[in-house]
């Protein structure tokens, strides 16, 4: 009686042994999952927006192999060459998105993408907002036609040109001050498709251009109208017309049958 107890608490207690060694070897498993590393490509010291990477700015380091970013770079000299668009720190990731085109040119055009246009457009203390406009920045271009450019006063109008423009570059600043401190330049340059940017310059050329600062998180776009001197003094915005089409009835075409001997002929009238 006594063999057969211990018999069983032997393999009661042999069961409960192999129960916590799975679970044990589970966990131990898991862990050493997530803590499996892979090399990835990260930057060897701080950049600036607009270098060309070379091999000394990189160094390979371990990551996480479940974390890893994406779009990053296997090898160095996958990302030689190429050009930073935004800054960064020492040591991190390199990735896709943060580098422009191969084969793109250093600076300025380098942030330009495919299809787009950077134009620049003078400006003073009011166009740029007090210094207050900065690299990123997105703004509503607003032009005044005024009565210097054969209008009379009274015909003076403000409209809303372009909208949610982004502002590439203020002087030869391709990125903000990192103080925030106002800086006032004289030539912004904003990031326009063609058709856009010929509208600037149709506008800059026959009117007054004004720079408004926008929430960069706002990229609605609404049809505005044009503001003119009689609104500002009160009178009421008039709708634009519509413009109703008349359908003209057509006379009624009358058809006679003509027989001259053995000839038949129509006529109309």
């Not at 040119?105 to 246009?117: E, F, H, N, V, Y």
């Amino acid at each position: 009686m006594k063999n057969r107890r211990l018999f069983l608490a032997l393999m009661v207690a042999l069961a409960v042994s192999l129960v916590a060694t799975s679970f044990l070897y589970k966990r131990v498993k898991g862990q050493f999952a997530k803590s499996a590393t892979t090399g990835i490509v990260a930057s060897s010291k701080a950049l600036e927006a607009g270098t060309q990477l070379t091999a000394e700015m990189l160094a390979p380091v371990e990551w996480p192999a479940s974390l890893r970013p994406p779009g990053a770079f296997d090898k160095p000299e996958q990302a030689v060459g190429r050009i930073l668009l935004y800054p960064i720190p020492a040591k991190e990731p390199i990735r896709e998105e943060m580098l422009a085109n191969p084969g793109s040119a250093m600076g300025l055009t380098a942030k330009i993408p495919d299809g787009m246009r950077a134009v620049a457009v003078m400006t003073n203390e009011l166009n740029n907002v007090s210094g207050f406009l900065f690299p990123g920045s997105h703004v509503d271009v607003l032009v005044t036609f005024k009565s210097d450019n054969g209008m009379r006063q009274e015909d003076a109008v403000t409209t809303t040109v372009l909208q949610n423009v982004e502002v590439l570059s203020t002087g030869e600043r391709l990125e903000p001050d990192p103080s925030g401190k106002p800086q006032n330049v004289k030539v912004v340059t904003v990031l326009l498709n063609p058709d856009d940017a010929e509208k600037l310059m149709l506008a800059s050329n026959l009117g007054t251009v004004q720079f408004v600062i926008r929430n960069g998180a706002d990229q609605e776009q609404e049809k505005r109208q044009s503001v003119d001197l009689g609104q500002l003094k009160g009178a009421p915005v008039v709708p634009p017309a519509v413009k109703r089409t008349q359908t003209v009835a057509k006379a009624p075409v009358y058809e006679v049958e003509a027989i001259d001997g053995t000839k038949k002929s129509v006529v109309k009238f």
